[in-house]
């Protein structure tokens, strides 16, 4: 497995304690979820049917204020995984550093990836992949500058997973465009990560093959329920975004005092220059909070947004100390 947040089993084992002992910011994933309620015992039970697919499309829909086609699929990787079946090997150009998944997966399949720095050198791509806010330095992109790319590549692969909060970045609303398709994550915002649903929103041509491939149950009847509550809960989403800019700040302040400068960041993360990542996460792991390093990046250390009082208070006391 490729480098990842989430290994709170490797945090165990180096540091002990029960994984209900720990604070996991290793991360981008809403501490605090979208409280899912009851699920029928028929969600459990039975496969899902075409309707209710498509009630959860038209929900996704309404959520990321589009009309264009959407599949939904076992999170964003499932999107991911299936990318480079939608044309021959060719050549992939994605906008690093970024999520390491993309390289991987294309580079296994046959693709000649490289990275670029910039849009501009993603010009002539059969495939050009943009995560938007970059994961992990929070990097953005305005909208008309990646449609302006998009006549220069074969398709043009946007990941919006970590869009929910700044939706003026999203291009789902011009996603039916041929080429573009459009990647969301379901689990990071709501903070329901284990529930594994995603959603790709592009052209006809795309989103059917994507289809096609995905299987007739692609999602579970569970994830279809609480996804269709969740998506169409537009209260919710407008206060939980406006607590994870409050929280951006909050968690700013308190590395600030640290020393450590703030690299950039979208509202489920923040990436931090420091003396010494690994000697920060270390510290911090003896207490039970799990944060992100870079094996490539020594210095980079992420951190998610704690979630209850109690968790950001006992962070506190811990970079108090």
């Not at 039970?45 to 209710?52: D, G, M, T, V, Y």
């Not at 021959?88 to 294309?106: Q, W």
């Not at 996460?281 to 250390?301: C, D, G, N």
Request: glycine share 10%.
């Amino acid at each position: 497995m490729r480098e990842h947040g989430g290994n709170l089993d490797l945090a165990q084992q180096r540091f002990g304690g029960r994984a209900e002992d720990w604070i996991d910011l290793s991360t981008g994933i809403n501490r605090l979820p979208y409280p899912v309620g009851e699920v029928s015992a028929r969600a459990w039970s039975a496969l899902p049917s075409r309707a209710e697919i498509e009630a959860l499309h038209q929900a996704a829909q309404h959520a990321y204020r589009t009309n264009a086609l959407i599949v939904a699929m076992g999170g964003a990787q499932a999107v991911i995984q299936l990318l480079p079946q939608l044309g021959p090997p060719g050549r992939a150009r994605i906008l690093a550093p970024t999520y390491n998944e993309y390289a991987g997966v294309l580079s296994t399949a046959g693709w000649d990836v490289q990275e670029a720095s910039e849009l501009n050198a993603l010009a002539g791509a059969d495939v050009a992949i943009v995560v938007n806010p970059n994961n992990p330095d929070g990097r953005c992109f305005a909208p008309m500058d990646l449609l302006a790319l998009l006549p220069r590549v074969g398709h043009l692969v946007i990941d919006e997973s970590f869009a929910d909060a700044v939706p003026q970045l999203s291009l789902a609303s011009e996603a039916d465009r041929p080429g573009l398709l459009i990647l969301r994550s379901f689990g990071k915002f709501y903070g329901l990560a284990g529930l594994r649903l995603g959603f790709a929103i592009g052209h006809s041509a795309d989103i059917t093959r994507l289809a096609a491939m995905s299987g007739p149950w692609p999602v579970s009847g569970a994830a279809i329920a609480i996804g269709c509550r969740a998506l169409r809960d537009d209260a919710w989403a407008k206060a939980t975004s406006a607590r994870l800019v409050r929280d951006c700040v909050r968690l700013d302040e308190m590395a600030q005092v640290q020393g450590w400068r703030l690299v950039g960041g979208a509202p489920l993360f923040r990436l931090y220059e420091t003396p010494d990542a690994l000697a920060a996460q270390e510290t911090l792991a003896r207490s039970q909070i799990w944060s992100r390093v870079f094996a490539r990046k020594p210095t980079w250390l992420r951190l998610g947004l704690p979630g209850s009082e109690a968790e950001w208070t006992r962070l506190a006391e811990i970079l108090a100390r």
